[in-house]
């Protein structure tokens, strides 16, 4: 285990519960990717931040290193504030002998889902609704992937996430260390992995497995990456749970700020800390981190985070950047 | 043929609170439409009678892929739709 490296995207409810086994466990590099910074309404499920990371508006990546670090020295835990998009995947994966999902939506599972195939590296699906959950270990050549389970993308809307549902907090810590189990027989060689979807609702105390079976058509397993499709312009999202919108723009790698801080003064008002920009104007509450991400608070509005991200950030981030 | 139908947990607000269903059908999709025939509110096909991606359907454990609908059931079978889960 202490040679084996593990990445976790997704730091929140899985992954909180992922990242404490694994370190616990003492896996020797784990390397924890996550977009968002930490607020209130993550305590109840979110196992590895507290009330003073929330008022130092940490980003959950550098919360949940820092917290780590203090569990298990020998462990080398790198936390990295991205979102994982497919002109990144590569970067984030290499040199990872495991993918373990502590995910938010599904766009990027079916990233992460070519990215194992591609790369060959076994993934651990989870993923926690309500009062229910689920779980697949998916391993390249062994195991049906994520894509023979589910073919494509839903519409946007058509199935419930954790704004309209909810997510109790024993759901993602049950999910969670299922797939810690898987993780820790993947790294050490065991061949007794889950090959089925374990269902768990805790509401009710039940468990199911369903067995998958390999999808004749599925693109992924044929090595047809599709998820490359997956729109890689300026993109908007509603984030789960969490009463904002994130706006991401895979072009632009890195920002200066402090000179975005600079440029923003005239505008609003701008709070910098080492790891984001708050920035205020028109009563429109935005964060924005140093990949050039940009979350607007208090808003389900994607079509006005967009309109904020190319009025006050895109065209001063190029030019910062001498585009 | 009366078949148990068994509903994921969040789906069960489109069935009457009722996790278990006994269904008649002579397949899995005469079941399931059956199922839709009771339970309006549960939208398992879209307009053109395909069934949503986002839906696992489980006959005995095992999950069948769309193109294995009309497979015949027989009495005592049991079917779980289950829903695709993207939280964490």
Redesign the interface.
């Known amino acids: 285990m202490g040679n084996s490296s593990a990445v976790i995207i997704?730091c929140?409810?899985?992954?909180g519960i992922i990242a404490t086994s694994l370190v616990r466990t003492g896996v020797g590099k784990v390397k924890l990717v996550d977009r968002d910074i930490v607020e209130y309404h993550n305590l109840h499920r979110q196992i590895l931040f507290n009330e003073e990371d929330v008022k130092n508006k940490l980003p959950k990546a550098v919360a949940a290193e820092r917290n780590l670090k203090k569990v298990n020295s020998s462990v080398e835990v790198e936390g990295i504030v991205a979102d994982v998009h497919n002109a990144n995947i590569e970067s984030m994966v290499a040199g990872a002998d495991i993918i373990m999902?502590?995910?938010?939506?599904?766009e990027t599972?079916f990233i992460i889902n070519d990215a194992s195939l591609k790369y060959k590296i076994p993934w651990v699906y989870?993923?926690?609704?309500?009062?229910?959950?689920?779980t697949a270990s998916i391993i390249p050549g062994e195991t049906p992937c994520f894509r023979c389970?589910?073919?494509?993308l839903?519409s946007h809307g058509?199935?419930?996430?954790?704004d309209t549902?909810g997510?109790i907090g024993p759901a993602?810590f049950i999910i969670g260390s299922l797939q810690s189990v898987e993780a820790i027989k993947i790294l050490t060689g065991n061949k007794d992995i889950n090959r089925d979807?374990i269902?768990v609702?805790v509401?009710?105390g039940n468990f199911?497995?369903?067995?998958?079976?390999y999808?004749p058509d599925c693109p992924a397993c044929q090595g047809e990456y599709k998820s490359s499709q997956i729109q890689t312009g300026v993109r908007t999202e509603i984030l789960?749970?969490q009463n904002s919108v994130q706006v991401s723009d895979p072009g632009i790698d890195s920002i200066s700020l402090i000179k975005l801080a600079e440029s923003l003064k005239p505008l609003g008002e701008v709070s910098r800390k080492r790891f984001a920009i708050r920035f205020i104007t028109d009563r429109h509450e935005m964060v924005i981190f140093p990949d050039g991400r940009l979350i607007l608070k208090n808003s389900f509005d994607e079509s006005l985070a967009a309109a904020l991200y190319a009025k006050y950030i895109k065209a001063r981030i190029e030019g910062l950047n001498g585009k | 043929m009366s078949i148990k139908v068994h509903s994921?947990?969040?789906l069960s607000r489109y069935t009457d609170n009722r996790?278990v269903i006994e269904i008649n059908g002579e397949t899995v999709r005469e079941c399931l439409n059956n199922l839709v025939r009771h339970f309006p509110r549960l939208e398992l096909f879209d307009k053109n009678g395909n069934l949503?991606?986002?839906y696992?359907i489980?006959v005995n454990?095992?999950?069948i892929?769309t193109n294995e609908l009309d497979t015949p059931v027989t009495d005592g079978d049991e079917i779980?739709i289950?829903?695709?889960?993207?939280?964490?």
């Not at chain 2, 289950?82 to 964490?88: E, P």
């Open positions: 997704g929140g409810g899985l992954g999902d502590g995910l938010d939506n599904l599972r989870g993923g926690a609704l309500a009062t229910s959950g689920m389970i589910y073919p494509s839903p058509a199935i419930p996430t954790c549902a997510v993602p979807i269902a609702d509401w009710r199911s497995r369903f067995e998958i079976a999808r789960c749970g | 994921e947990p969040f996790k949503f991606d986002y696992t489980v454990s095992r999950i892929f779980s289950d829903l695709m889960i993207a939280g964490g």
